[in-house]
């Protein structure tokens, strides 16, 4: 992912294969995701800016706080995408020694911190992501965000994201959102969000 990229925005593959994340998310449903819904924002956003070319070097950023509904949505909703999809892996990662010491100061162990991800993922009313970011104090922060907004990067790096839109867990797993937040944990991609962390520092 690339947070300086402009028009046109190109529909980032899967570094892994559909069928890798399985049994915690499945084919069905990252084909369904990535390919359809993810793509058609893509797209989407690519129409919408097609003929207003004073916005073709307005980064992705930039064009998720934008006051147009439908640009701002349709940015969100590449944004928002491509960092999740970026922060999961079928590889068996753990967060560093120097992302632990953080995760500990932050919020004690974690455990306190999966338990403040999954409550605050179960809080959301309809769709949303939650995420883990890093403010302006140094320290981890738990936020949600809802439809495709983004959070408000004068406060707040993203380290990673969890979509919880139905979309990412309706097949698998119906209405059973915390079972997919659950799941969730076991695929996060700590490399990624170590890169995240030292952009962010
Ligand atoms: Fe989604």
């Known amino acids: 992912m690339n947070y300086d990229n402009f028009y046109p925005f190109e529909y980032e593959p899967l570094s892994y294969n559909l069928e890798e994340l399985n049994p915690y998310i499945s084919e069905y449903t990252l084909y369904f995701h990535h390919d359809k819904h993810y793509k058609n924002y893509v797209d989407k956003l690519n129409a919408l800016?097609?003929?207003?070319?004073?916005?073709h070097n307005v980064s992705l950023e930039a064009l998720?706080?934008?006051s147009d509904d439908d640009i701002r949505t349709n940015a969100g909703g590449v944004y928002n995408h491509e960092l999740y999809f970026a922060s999961l892996t079928p590889d068996d990662t753990e967060p560093s020694e120097k992302m632990t010491k953080l995760?500990?100061?932050s919020f004690g162990s974690e455990k306190e911190m999966w338990n403040e991800i999954i409550e605050s993922g179960l809080g959301i009313v309809g769709s949303g992501y939650v995420w883990l970011v890093l403010?302006?104090?140094?320290k981890l922060d738990v936020i949600v965000t809802h439809n495709q907004d983004t959070p408000d990067?004068?406060?707040y790096a993203p380290i990673f994201n969890i979509d919880v839109w139905e979309h990412s867990y309706y097949l698998d797993r119906q209405n059973r959102r915390v079972d997919y937040l659950?799941?969730?944990?076991s695929v996060?991609?700590?490399?990624?969000a170590e890169k995240m962390l030292n952009s962010a520092e």
């Open 153 to 155: 990067f004068d406060k």
């Open 64 to 66: 998720t706080k934008m």
């Open 103 to 105: 995760i500990n100061d």
């Open 188 to 192: 996060i991609d700590w490399e990624r």
């Open 49 to 55: 800016i097609e003929r207003r070319p004073m916005l």
């Open 135 to 138: 403010d302006n104090d140094g």
């Open 182 to 185: 659950t799941a969730v944990k």
